[in-house]
């Protein structure tokens, strides 16, 4: 298992990137010490690339497709033509590797528009296994996993959340894309410690790290009489989640770490100031 695993994460991106999206393509094409981006999968066309992002690859930054509806955690089995589009993705950008979520997004033929959790049952696990492997026949490259944000836990869960997510690993071969915005967004709606979850994971099987904000949902509905927080990638990068990156990478080697935003993109100037808080805290390098 462990020559699996080298070679899952052995051509992984280093370093502070921001995930490319075509509202700040002017953004990133300006970034002097950018090395790596990451696109969602879904929002590209294999055969007609976006020009700036053709333009990256052309100036050697490496592209890392990331799918949101393969629904690996879904019982229906994956669909080849989307494991098709992905791969499609991967060969088109000449990705080291490519990543998605365990998480399910489809049941019954309807599409839920969500990334929805899993029960953290035996029995999902070997619905995940056999999706992922599945998918990984098809890929030209290694896939990593994603655990995704949850606002909702099944109830009767068999495994705890780093058991579930380390026996897929463990079964599939997969590298780890760890959120480390969702370690802390489960950690607080369930009132636990997110370093308890760190300490926990198989951290050497990262091949890259997500940082993101996030904001409480009105009114209380959540443990303890708090309000939820939300995984929205809207908001600024909070301080808890930059001190979550300093404590991971006090825990192994810094891992690369991409900053996600999807929406309410601020001046540059403050997308800067967010890159560098996170490099700060890694201990990595400035890219501004």
Known sequence: MAAVVAAAVADQPAGVA???RPEIAGYLAGLPGL?????VAEALDPGDLPAALADLRRRGVAVVPHGVRLSLGGTDPVDPARVAHLAGCAEALAAPLVSEHIAFVRAGGVEAGHLLPLPRSREAVEVVVANVRRTQADLPVPLALEPIAALFDWPDDELT???FLTEILDRTGAALLLDIANVYANARNR???PSELLDALPLERIAYVHVAGGAEAGGVDGPAGRALYHDTHTDPTPPAVLDLVAQLSA?????ALLLERDGHYPAAAALTAELDA???????????
């Open 18 to 20: 921001i995930g490319w």
């Open 35 to 39: 090395g790596w981006t990451e696109v």
């Open 161 to 163: 959340e780093a058991q």
């Open 191 to 193: 009132a636990e410690q």
């Open 251 to 255: 825990r192994r080697e810094p891992p």
């Open 278 to 288: 996170i490099a700060d805290a890694a201990g990595h390098p400035r890219i501004t």
